[in-house]
């Protein structure tokens, strides 16, 4: 069964850092997602993706986050400058045509730790 | 704006006890809920969802949830857990702009003991 593949699994930095997140998502699915989670808290939708552009951002997204589909097959959250709040587990997800009929498919998961 | 609570962060149970796993959400249109599952070291799963027509939805390997609309409710529920259930389990309601984006509750770990 296709999967949405996320690497890395974990990734350490330095508070001030830029750091990039990857994530392939299935290959006919056309709506992407970020969402992340804080330890011991709920998880939370970021960003979603259409067309080459942010269809929907949550007030979390703000200036120092940006997606982009840089090839047609992957799908990166960039933070530009990370802080140790940022610390989160980081969920990407798509579906075949973003209606609720279309369930989301997640990954993995990358845990960014920022020190 | 839409919310989904989980009351239980932790739930342990014997094998082979039944479990109820709570969910409760709140929203002032139509909903559609999913249950979404987590195994250790593994991304989200979806379990099951309502999305309309009969209350109950079943998934493939036990596991039933209930839309309850009077009591804002869609709690999680099998019979008879296994060892290999044991998993972190987020409810989740739908925007109300049926985008594809979900709320999710905080989660609740099912720890099932031999």
């Known amino acids: 069964e296709p999967e949405v593949t996320q690497t890395p699994s974990h990734q350490v930095t330095q508070m001030g850092q830029e750091v990039i997140l990857r994530c392939v998502p299935i290959?006919?699915?056309?709506?992407f997602y970020w969402y992340r989670q804080i330890l011991g808290q709920k998880v939370e939708f970021l960003v979603s993706?259409?067309?080459?552009?942010?269809?929907?951002k949550s007030e979390i997204f703000d200036d120092q986050f940006s997606v982009e589909r840089p090839d047609g097959s992957n799908f990166t959250l960039k933070i530009r400058s990370t802080k140790l709040e940022d610390s989160a587990m980081y969920f990407c997800?798509?579906?075949?045509?973003?209606?609720?009929?279309?369930?989301?498919?997640f990954g993995n998961g990358t845990r960014l730790t920022v020190t | 704006a839409q919310s989904v609570t989980q009351l239980d962060s932790q739930v342990p149970v014997f094998e082979e006890a039944p479990v109820e796993l709570r969910c409760n959400y709140s929203?002032?249109?139509?909903?559609?809920l999913f249950w979404y599952v987590q195994y250790p070291n593994q991304g989200l799963q979806l379990l099951l969802k309502?999305?309309?027509?009969?209350?109950l939805v079943e998934s493939i390997n036990g596991f039933e949830a209930e839309f309850n609309k009077s009591q804002t409710s869609f709690h999680l529920r099998k019979p008879s857990v296994h060892i290999s259930d044991t998993a972190e389990y987020f409810c989740?309601?739908?925007?109300?702009?049926?985008?594809?984006?979900?709320?999710f509750g905080q989660g609740t770990t099912l720890q099932v003991k031999p």
């Open positions: 997800a798509s579906s075949s045509n973003g209606r609720i009929n279309s369930p989301l498919h």
């Open positions: 290959s006919n699915h056309l709506y």
């Open positions: 993706f259409y067309n080459n552009e942010i269809s929907e």
């Open positions: 929203s002032s249109v139509s909903v559609y």
């Open positions: 309502y999305l309309s027509g009969s209350t």
């Open positions: 989740a309601v739908s925007d109300e702009g049926n985008t594809g984006k979900l709320i």
